[in-house]
T-cell receptor
Framework: DTGVSQNPRHKITKRGQNVTFRCDPI?????LYWYRQTLGQGPEFLTY????????KSRLLSDRFSAERPKGSFSTLEIQRTEQGDSAMYLC?????????????FGNGTRLTVT | DQQVKQNSPSLSVQEGRISILNCDYT??????FLWYKKYPAEGPTFLIS?????DKNEDGRFTVFLNKSAKHLSLHIVPSQPGDSAVYFC?????????????FGKGTKLSVIP
């Protein structure tokens, strides 16, 4: 079990630039989630995929954010025209499809700093 | 409006004693509850969970208690060890539509003093 892998671990970018993060879930998991965590807060849900289908997006996910999971395996999260308020830890998680009783397994996150 | 609340930002406990971390929730649709542990620079790690049909679940040194009428759950760690020092997050998931979304509390930082 290689766990959930996220790249890069850290990203520093200037305001207005676009950034893209990658997540590789646990191989047998067909559910994939993106969360965002800011200082002093718990993770906040952004979006969810079952296989390649994006089934839910949070209102936190503005139109500058887009996520894809083209073949139902890895996923990317892109932020266009970054703003300082986008600075956060972006966490990816995956789970198996065993009803609602499957816990999420998180990666170590990508820390984004927008200067 | 916070639906999952962890009112203690921090907790210090002596090694070998019991650690009790508390969590309250407001959404009566929540029916599955989880605890995660997080070390600095790492993602949250799943610890233990409980379904609303139970009031207790035990796994080694970790026990989670659920009081549905009070909308309260707690995580007991006994005996506490220095390696348990981390931030603990309570999370909840509703039944039915949207049940893949976890709502997290803000976390409680546990320090176990040797």
């Amino acid at each position: 079990d290689t766990g959930v892998s996220q790249n890069p671990r850290h990203k520093i970018t200037k305001r207005g630039q676009n950034v893209t993060f990658r997540c590789d879930p646990i191989s047998e998991h067909n559910r994939l989630y993106w969360y965002r965590q800011t200082l002093g807060q718990g993770p906040e849900f952004l979006t969810y995929f079952q296989n390649e289908a994006q089934l839910e997006k949070s209102r936190l996910l503005s139109d500058r954010f887009s996520a894809e999971r083209p073949k139902g395996s890895f996923s990317t999260l892109e932020i266009q025209r970054t703003e300082q308020g986008d600075s956060a830890m972006y966490l990816c998680a995956s789970s198996a499809s065993r009803g609602n009783g499957s816990p999420l397994h998180f990666g170590n996150g990508t820390r984004l700093t927008v200067t | 409006d916070q639906q999952v609340k962890q009112n203690s930002p921090s907790l210090s406990v002596q090694e070998g004693r019991i650690s009790i971390l508390n969590c309250d929730y407001t959404n009566s649709m929540f029916d599955y509850f989880l605890w995660y542990k997080k070390y600095p620079a790492e993602g949250p790690t799943f610890l233990i969970s409980i379904s609303s049909i139970k009031d207790k679940n035990e796994d080694g040194r970790f026990t989670v208690f659920l009081n549905k009428s009070a909308k309260h759950l707690s995580l007991h760690i006994v005996p506490s060890q220095p390696g348990d020092s981390a931030v603990y997050f309570c999370a909840a998931r509703p039944s039915g539509a949207g049940s893949y979304q976890l709502t997290f509390g803000k976390g409680t930082k546990l320090s176990v003093i040797p």
